[in-house]
């Protein structure tokens, strides 16, 4: 039985280096092929891994824990996002075209997030961006520049119109900084999408935070009429039947709005289904191929949402590295669902959402007992649990 059992260590062992031996030298072999989709795009490209994730695979394996091991090492080897947030315009030309180019090698369609709107994040635990908004055209020209003719996917900005300006305190009266969030996402979103190859998508939050009547006119001010869509639970936890839902009661309240309605008039998405999809069949009847799409992001939330401990925090932030959670479903380009083009890992898994100290002095993470590594940092404990608690598993 040891013989056994030593074997399918070694065997185990084997195999998560070889496939972090591979994902490392050409990334995009790990991609997802996507059967019936056109030739350039039948892959979603995988980057290279985070250079600490090799180490603490390498780490595992000389402590004998093959199997978590070999489970990062197929987190890792996942297709996700490549995101540009701190370039110049220089750097991010070149580190686009980069990317580009490798994911065309390998015929496969890169997602690009796309982090560098001025003031984002409120100045919170992911604060930075260009400076303003001159700066930050410039910069999306030169990340045009780098796409050229080449496919690409661009989430654009997260929480760029879900969390404005004028909802931190931030703005002035006059709303000066909210307006020019709008125009730098307009900017973008005009320069990018008219790409021979692009397809551009708009932030929404996630199906807890804004009401689908909120979300709307954020979406429209912001040019999704101009963009192939919008995306949803970037960086969450959210499960797929919730943002599959949201996604389509957003893609509806376009329509009717188009249609001469009032966004205030659409169902929120907590309403009772049955009651929402009577007002759907009511007041649209618009066929898939004309309604807005949407992409979603499964790479955290296999676990769904984490409930924070009754009465335990003055603020529990419940987005911020939650404990015991896990990857979700694999990204594809073939949801099955019309109006959902694709099912992505957009946030890096493994990455830090940042300091979290849920509402107390810290400086450690209470729910943890750690220091939480800064916002987009490896952050080791919380890579494990996503492998090891991955629905579907990822071994």
Known sequence: MRGHLRRAATAIAATALTLSTMA?????TAAVEQPGTPPTTRLLYTPPPNPAALDQIRDLVGARQYKDAARLTALVATPQAVWFDSQTPEEAETQVRDVVKKAARAHA????????????????????????????????????????????????????????????????????????????????????????????????????????????????????????GFYTNASNYQTDDANSWYGKLISSCIAYVD???????????????????????????????????????????????WTPPAGKYTDAQDWCNPPDRGAGARPTLRTGDPLQDARLWIKTPGESDGLC?????????????????????????????????????LL
């Open 259 to 305: 249609g001469g309605g009032d966004a205030a008039d659409c169902p929120h998405q907590s309403a009772p289904r049955a009651e929402t999809q009577s007002w759907l069949d009511a007041h649209v009847q618009v066929p898939a191929e004309r309604m807005t799409h949407f992409v979603t992001d499964s790479s955290r939330n296999g676990r769904g949402p």
């Open 357 to 393: 100290l849920r509402g107390t002095e810290g400086p450690q993470d209470p729910e943890r007992g750690t220091v939480d590594p800064a916002a987009g940092q490896w952050f080791p404990q919380q890579a494990l649990e996503l492998a090891r608690y991955a629905n579907p598993p």
């Open 24 to 28: 490392l030298a050409n990334p995009a």
């Open 109 to 228: 369609l890169p997602v690009l997030a796309l982090y560098n709107i001025p003031g984002r994040d409120c100045s919170n635990y992911s604060a930075g961006g260009a400076a303003n908004t001159a700066e930050y055209k410039a910069w999306i020209d030169a990340v045009a520049r780098g796409i050229g003719a080449r496919d690409a996917l661009v989430v654009l900005e997260p929480d760029a119109l879900a969390l404005l300006p004028s909802d931190c305190g931030q703005d002035d009266a006059e709303g000066t900084k909210t307006a020019a969030r709008y125009t730098e996402v307009n900017y973008a979103v005009d320069t990018l999408e008219p790409l021979r190859g692009t397809r551009v998508y708009l932030d929404t939050g996630h199906p807890n935070w804004h009401a689908v009547s909120s979300i709307v006119p954020r979406l429209l001010k912001g040019g999704v009429h101009h963009a192939s």
